[in-house]
């Protein structure tokens, strides 16, 4: 009776791991194919200054527009693809993609940036900077226009090399990135080694700077030590004028949030590019002024 019983729980718990390990395994698939169906987009969300209101550029943010009809984030699907390894054949199709619509740009004038997210994986393959370097090469980009923006915890992780690679990059016009700074464990003295043009505060840090005193205080305390390597802040999922106006007093450079906009397909981004700047371009409209 008693191995009946146990050998009952034993099997529940086989079966949820069973499927569970089946979901995985279906995900995976469904994740090779979506990269041959071309599933994959792109989202763009633009990057202000915080001083003139100028669109300085956009970030790229991934979605796969899934064969049941949704439209899925990376939080659903990113931690398989990274552990299954089909990560780095995304990472090379979001490195082309982005190569691809800053070529279409090339043409247009006007906003010319984007920043990339690049997976730990992606920089575990030791021709990670000659594929980065080679992509926007072929699409005759120059890399100037391009972010690569590592987390803190892959930033701290990153061999001598790797550290001298991306000065390279740097050198030759790439903007370096940490993403979600504020969350990993972050070596201050490391930072300084580091070839870094701009940090990105995670939004964890800033969510709550209109209503805690505590939360300002911190927040303050990281620009400051942002600025001290001479590097640009940049804040992000800024969701209302509060959070800005106070991020703006403390001199952070660069915002990103629904408040601005949210990522949007790049025809709705260029839209709402070239209304922007109408907006900017024609104080008159400003009631505020008071001429
Ligand atoms: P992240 O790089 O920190 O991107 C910022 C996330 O904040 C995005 O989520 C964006 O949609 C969201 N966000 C923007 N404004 C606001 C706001 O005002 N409020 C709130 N609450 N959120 C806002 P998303 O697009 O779901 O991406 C999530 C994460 O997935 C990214 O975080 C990044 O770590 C990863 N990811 C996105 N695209 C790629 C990619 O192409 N490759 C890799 N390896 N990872 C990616
Ligand atoms: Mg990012
Ligand atoms: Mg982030
Ligand atoms: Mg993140």
Redesign the pocket.
């Known amino acids: 009776e008693a191995k009946a019983r146990g050998g009952g729980q034993h099997c529940l718990f086989d079966d949820a791991l069973a499927r569970q390990y089946e979901r995985k395994i279906e995900t995976e698939r469904a994740l090779t194919e979506g990269l041959e169906r071309n599933e994959f987009s ?2 763009l ?1 633009p990057q202000l200054s915080l001083r003139t209101g100028e669109i300085t550029g956009a ?5 796969w527009n899934h064969p049941q009809g949704d439209v899925r ?3 659903s699907f ?1 931690a398989i ?2 552990g299954c390894g089909v ?1 780095t054949d ?2 090379d199709w ?1 490195l082309r993609e982005c190569a691809a619509i800053l070529a279409r740009w090339k043409e247009k004038g006007g906003v010319r940036r984007l920043a ?4 730990p994986r ?1 920089l575990d393959r030791s021709d990670f900077f000659a594929r980065v370097r080679e992509t926007f090469e072929e699409a005759k980009v120059s890399l100037e226009f391009v972010e690569l ?1 590592f ?1 803190e915890t892959t930033a701290m992780r990153c061999t001598d090399e790797q550290i001298a690679e991306m000065r390279a990059l740097q050198a030759d016009g790439a903007t370096i990135a940490i ?2 700074f504020g969350t990993g464990y972050s070596n201050i003295a490391r930072l300084r080694t580091m070839p870094l043009d701009r940090v ?1 505060l ?2 964890s840090l800033v969510a709550d700077i209109d209503r805690s005193e505590k939360a300002r205080n911190i927040v303050q305390s990281v620009v400051t030590l942002i600025d001290a390597v001479g590097a640009e802040i940049v804040a ?4 209302n004028s509060a959070q800005a106006d106070i991020l703006r007093t403390m001199g952070c450079q660069i915002v ?4 601005f906009a ?2 949007m397909d790049e025809t709705e981004f260029l839209d709402w590019v070239a209304n922007a700047e109408r907006e900017w371009v024609e104080p008159a409209n400003d009631v505020a002024s008071g001429s």
């Open positions: 792109l989202a969300q970030e790229a943010l991934l979605r984030k990376p939080s990113i693809a990274e990560i995304i990472g979001v990339v997210n690049v997976s992606q923006e987390t993403d979600d990105k995670d939004p992000e999922a800024i969701e990103q949030g629904y408040v949210p990522p």
